[in-house]
């Protein structure tokens, strides 16, 4: 049989493939922009009739359907690896829950922790020659996704990019159960960025200063990540690398320019990896059939031992706050969870390991509640129910507006006082005071 003809038998219908779903089912939904979209309307439309099934979802770019559901606890559970806008909205109604990772570590929870998949589902692009299908800018764990599936049903997108990669950046028709064809084809783009403010400018400035030529970069998700982007890809720097979890808009204006080649890496040189792609079109287009960029599994991306074999690492993510003992939430705000670990605290690990490596955690020193009232992102412990997603003894620099610090090494005292010297004016004093009375502020001993 030519995979002209397995594909033509295995066509179907999203409301009919959706019903390999059964109640108590474990079911994959892709992951980012590999999310499923027509499957989601047909099994939102289906799941009424079901009890207990159990839906793992990952960076929702848009809601799914089946989040409106209505009495959706009744039917399902939504288990995220990392939240967004949407998990956060419909958080409170009880049927999200999260579930803590390291990124680099969740193909081995496929293949070892999880219990099996009854029915596997994501985005994929369009067949080549070879019968195969890309999985495209969200291969990151696919691949062991559908090692453990029992039922396998791609979404074909024709607008989704074919994204080029070392090995299981793509799947086998022969391996499919069921091929879905999407009927309005787009491809989910990040929402435009806001512009810059003045803390993320000053934030930026101080990274881009300790960048060296030849480094290699790992950008996280947020504001302050972009901005240092930004200013590279408007620098003089030469000759810089990529190998980050997640590819950004930056990193195409970067290499159209020719900031970025590769040239100077120790692994996979010349090649920009990756283990998935958000952005906009333009960078879909430039990562369609790119033989410079390499979709490669998350195990392999975020391991740190591999991070760490790249001389001038360079690693750049956000947190949420941060307290006197180093300890970074990058993930919570309270009880309230509002994103993931993700791969943070891989590359935090991974930057320290290389040689020249440097592993920063940015914040604004400040920010406004509701109420239009500034609290502190420096504080003299976490609050109740914080993440602490990168612990005391791994966190390198971290910077604000007010200045740069590193903690490598530090005592207590001495972290105290480098905290405490940018974090913002008007919450000194009181910053000390708590210090104090911890037992962690000693000015004649800075080390």
């Known amino acids: 049989m030519s995979f002209q003809e397995e594909y033509a ?4 219908t999203a409301d009919k493939a959706v019903q390999a779903v059964k109640s108590g089912d474990w079911v994959d939904y892709g992951f980012n922009c590999g999310t ?25 770019m848009e809601t799914p359907k089946i989040f409106d559901v209505p009495d959706a606890q009744d039917h399902f559970s939504v288990y995220s690896w990392f939240y967004t806008g949407s998990e956060r909205h419909y958080a ?9 990772h390291r990124f680099s570590e969740m193909p081995g929870y496929y293949r070892n922790e999880l219990p099996p998949i009854d029915v596997a589902m994501c985005q994929v692009s369009p067949m080549d020659k070879h019968g195969y299908f890309s999985f495209g800018p969200s291969g990151a764990m696919q691949y062991s996704v559908f090692q453990r599936a029992k039922h396998i049903i791609v979404e074909v997108n024709p607008k989704l990019p074919r994204c080029l990669g070392g090995y299981q950046e793509s799947v086998p028709i022969s391996k499919v159960d069921a091929i879905v064809e ?28 300790m960048i060296p030529n030849g480094a290699c970069l790992q950008l996280g998700i947020g504001g302050m990540p972009n901005t240092v982007g930004s200013l590279l890809a408007e620098s003089d720097l030469k000759d810089l690398g990529v190998h980050t979890e997640m590819y950004v808009d930056a990193y195409v204006k970067m290499a159209e320019r020719g900031i970025i080649n590769g040239r100077k890496k120790n692994v996979n040189p010349g090649m920009q990896v990756y283990a998935f792609a958000s952005g906009h079109q333009e960078m879909y287009d430039y990562l ?36 006197l ?34 592993s920063f955690l940015c914040c604004s020193s400040t920010f406004m509640d509701k109420q239009g009232k500034a609290h502190s992102r420096i504080l003299p412990v976490l609050e ?52 104090e009375k911890q037992g962690i502020w000693r000015r004649s001993n800075k080390i």
């Open 92 to 100: 409170s109604k009880r049927f999200i829950t999260t579930v803590p």
């Open 182 to 209: 999407m009927q309005d084809p787009y491809v989910r783009c990040m929402p435009d960025s806001k512009p810059s403010t003045e803390v993320d400018l000053a934030v930026a400035k101080q990274i881009v200063k």
């Open 9 to 12: 038998q295995k066509l179907t």
């Open 288 to 323: 369609d059939d790119n033989a410079s960029c390499m979709a490669m599994p998350v195990d392999y991306v975020n391991d740190p031992r591999i991070i760490g074999q790249h001389d001038n690492m360079i690693s750049i993510n956000n947190i949420v706050n941060i307290d």
């Open 384 to 435: 109740p129910g914080s993440i602490t997603t990168d612990t005391r003894p791994n966190t390198q620099y971290v910077v604000t507006e007010f200045g740069m610090v590193n903690l490598k090494g530090v005592s207590a005292w001495g972290r105290a006082e480098r905290l405490i010297s940018i974090a913002h004016p008007d919450f000194r004093e009181q910053l000390i005071k708590a210090a």
């Open 325 to 358: 003992y180093g300890q970074a939430n990058g993930e919570s705000s309270g009880f309230r969870q509002i994103s993931g670990a993700g791969g943070q605290l891989d590359f935090v690990l991974g930057a320290y390991l290389s040689h020249g490596g440097k």
């Open 36 to 60: 499923v979209h027509d499957l989601d309307i047909a099994l939102a439309k289906y799941i009424p009739n079901l009890k207990d099934v159990k839906v793992r979802v990952g960076i929702e």
